[in-house]
């Protein structure tokens, strides 16, 4: 089943955040951003010529990760949950931080994903 997100932000800025980040956004328009979003369906169409349904999912909230630890964190739950949904292996989280420890490596300099 296709699934795709409605245009649209919360209308509410308080569950919107991503106005927080709009200069950032314009001055480095390359630049990846990450953010944690909540999200439920908003409707369900059905092609009736090919019976095959298309989910809408509408962000309820949005919130940009700013702090440069937490965009650590949230690059690795990124990296698990690719993994979790492909069956590509990544290394283990204690494994991965060790050798990000060792190496002082920064993962969002190596992250395509």
């Known amino acids: 089943m296709p699934a795709k997100f409605s245009s649209s932000l919360p209308a509410d800025r308080s569950f919107n955040g991503m106005h927080a980040i709009a200069e950032d956004m314009t001055s480095e328009p390359r630049a990846m951003h990450y953010a944690i979003v909540a999200f439920d369906t908003k409707d369900i169409r059905l092609n009736t010529d090919t ?62 994903k």
């Open 51 to 112: 019976d095959e349904a298309t989910a809408t999912a509408r962000i309820r909230r949005i919130e940009p990760i700013e702090r440069h630890d937490d965009r650590r964190e949230v690059q690795r739950i990124l990296r698990r949950a690719y993994e979790d949904r492909t069956g590509e292996t990544v290394l283990p989280y204690d494994l991965e931080n060790e050798l990000h420890d060792a190496f002082h490596s920064d993962p969002e300099d190596n992250d395509h």
